[in-house]
């Protein structure tokens, strides 16, 4: 030790004789940083806490090497203690492997709680009370596992109360939370009660509230003025809200921006269709508007480009932009393509009937019904599907 600082002390003298003899820049040479700190237990100290939470989160949590290092960001794991028994306690509770790699991907602070039993636990077994199955909480975790972090008492169970008094009905209530697991951190009583309030104040039957509730939770998560907003354009727009479009054009409007919404009636308009047409398709189909740009591309690019329909004809069955192109479209052309080359049906055939139509229908009008003239009708129309 002696024989150690007497180096440094030497280094030190060396440096300050430096600089006073020679205080220009160029003449001015440091000693390496090393010499002046000749102690540096803290720093291996972190850089070992490092490698050891990069390596937990790789071999036991099975992260990726980029994910155990982005997780590593946020967590220092000096022991394997509070993680293992985190682990132990999603695996006793039947979290797959990659189920619980999901969930400390995405919280990795979890793996430093204290007695699992008594923090998460209580949560796991709110859920389970309510019937929800040991798979199906699972599922609900990690699609939202931000839920752990809540407070059951304050957040979570009264989140579930106003769900289960709107419906009436806890399995209704667990099967909006199974869709869409996020509503429970939602402060409902600012967002789903002010945007219920102004359905019902627009004349919107409860049972159709209830359906947009049900299956698209989504579209009440915005802000009471912005909702009152969407709910007064879909008015101007000629829809009727005691019926169900009014709610679609609800959920279309809500789903897509305002600039997105522009792009798209821009997007519309560059395959000829009018405003005329896009409103007209739009109250026909409310939804063609909340697909993505690149899907109404595709299929317009088919039916226009391809199959040389005019654009106006799919203006006047918007539906054709929900349909999947590689699972309904193209099959079903394949088919069309052999009969129109037989000279079996007119190439003005209607869109509707051909990819519109429920999959019975169509085999029932354009394959079984011509198993003698085309026999490989059904073996090609298999193949497209597959």
Not at 33 to 52: G, K, M, N
């Amino acid at each position: 030790m002696k024989m150690m600082m007497a180096g440094f002390l030497q280094n030190a003298l060396r440096f300050a004789l430096a600089i006073t003899a020679s205080p220009t820049r160029q003449s001015l040479h440091f000693p390496p940083i090393f010499l002046l700190h000749p102690f540096s237990s803290s720093s291996t100290s972190i850089a070992e806490s490092h490698s050891f939470t990069v390596s937990y989160l790789i071999d036991s949590c099975g992260l990726s090497h980029k994910d155990a290092l982005s997780a590593s960001k946020s967590i220092c794991l000096k022991t394997s203690e509070k993680p293992d028994s985190v682990l132990a306690f999603f695996d006793s509770h039947g979290f797959s492997k990659p189920q619980t790699s999901k969930i400390v991907k995405s919280r990795p602070s979890l793996l430093l709680t204290s007695y699992p039993d008594k923090t998460l636990l209580p949560k796991l077994d709110f859920f389970y009370s309510k019937g929800v199955s040991r798979p199906d909480v699972a599922k609900i975790v990690v699609s939202n596992s931000v839920i752990l972090n809540r407070s059951l008492e304050n957040q979570i169970i009264p989140s579930f109360n106003f769900l289960k008094d709107f419906f009436r009905s806890d399995d209704m209530a667990i099967s909006v939370v199974k869709r869409f697991s996020r509503v429970l951190l939602f402060d409902l009583h600012t967002y789903l009660a002010s945007n219920i309030n102004a359905l019902q104040e627009f004349e919107v039957p409860k049972s159709n509230i209830a359906v947009l509730l049900k299956n698209h939770l989504r579209s009440f998560m915005v802000h009471p003025n912005r909702f009152r907003e969407i709910l007064e354009k879909v008015k101007e727009m000629g829809f009727n809200p005691s019926q169900m479009k009014f709610i679609l054009a609800t959920q279309a409007m809500r789903a897509v921006g305002k600039s997105t919404w522009e792009r798209k009636i821009n997007l519309f308009k560059g395959w000829g269709w009018s405003e005329e047409e896009i409103q007209s398709a739009f109250t026909k189909f409310p939804l063609c508007m909340a697909y993505s740009e690149d899907k109404i591309m595709a299929n317009m690019d088919f039916l226009v480009n391809k199959m040389g329909r005019d654009s106006s004809l799919i203006a006047q069955c918007p539906v054709l932009i929900s349909l999947s192109l590689e699972k309904r479209i193209i099959p079903r052309y394949s088919v069309v393509q052999v009969l129109l080359s037989k000279g079996l049906i007119n190439k003005d055939f209607s869109l509707w009937a051909v990819f519109g139509s429920v999959e019975k229908m169509f085999l029932h009008k354009f394959v079984n019904c011509f198993e003698e003239e085309a026999p490989q009708l059904m073996k090609l129309y298999q193949e497209k599907i597959d």
